[in-house]
């Protein structure tokens, strides 16, 4: 009698083993779909690019008695409106403007309309943003953002826009 038993319990491990066995290989391997990411840029844009956008966070009025300035920027509402938005990648810099409300503009020549091709300058302290192909600045950058300097009516009188990251 104890061969049967020992008998029966081989052909039940061998059972349990080879059913176990054949799920493995019977089962598909799990290939994981992949939704196509909602960030993905559209054709022709750079997908490395970093776009910030800035708002005004002083508008300093220069004169030659104090060339640090004066900040006007709580004087007047229409400031707050000021956006300079930035994409930076590997290949240059696109620069856009809205002036807001602010009735005068802050650069001595006409920028072209919209989206503006620059590139960034690395290799001088500050480093400066140009229109590409010119030697048109639109503005300067150190570590606490952009400011773009200019000049209205008086010539003793200049400005600064000093522009933060949102």
Do not use: W
Request: overall charge negative; proline content about 6%; glycine content about 4%.
């Amino acid at each position: 009698m104890n061969m049967r038993k020992y008998a029966f319990l081989l052909f039940a491990a061998c059972l349990l083993g080879t059913s176990t066995a054949c799920d493995d290989e019977t089962t598909l391997p799990y290939i994981p779909y992949e939704e196509e990411k909602a960030d993905t840029p559209t054709e022709g844009e750079d997908p490395d690019a970093v776009t910030n956008t800035y708002r005004l966070n002083q508008v300093l009025q220069c004169s030659p008695e104090n060339p640090n300035g004066v900040d006007l920027y709580g004087k007047f509402d229409f400031f707050a409106s000021v956006r300079m938005t930035v994409s930076v990648s590997a290949t240059g810099a696109v620069v856009e403007f809205d002036n807001g409300e602010v009735p005068f503009l802050p650069f001595t020549e006409a920028l072209p309309e919209g989206k503006i091709q620059c590139d960034l300058d690395h290799s001088v302290i500050p480093n400066v943003l140009r229109i590409r192909d010119t030697d048109t600045v639109i503005a300067t950058f150190e570590k606490d953002g952009f400011t773009t300097e200019f000049q209205l009516d008086s010539k003793l009188l200049s400005y600064k826009y000093k522009y933060t990251k949102l």
